[in-house]
């Protein structure tokens, strides 16, 4: 189910954390994730969103 999350986006870097990615064929990875009550966002917005927190908090 697709839809729009609006958050601040402090509360989006306060609630980072990362999960073993096991995809069929190729080796686990460690990838970031952000747990916002009931939703995670992951995959390449998690990856656009830690990239973003970089620039904006050093």
Known sequence: MERIIEVDVRD???NKSTE???I???A???APC???GSDIIWGATAMILS???EILIP
């Open 12 to 14: 989006i870097f306060q």
């Open 20 to 22: 073993m990615i096991h």
């Open 28 to 30: 686990p990875f460690e």
């Open 51 to 53: 990239e973003l927190e």
């Open 34 to 36: 952000y747990r916002l």
């Open 24 to 26: 069929k064929g190729r």
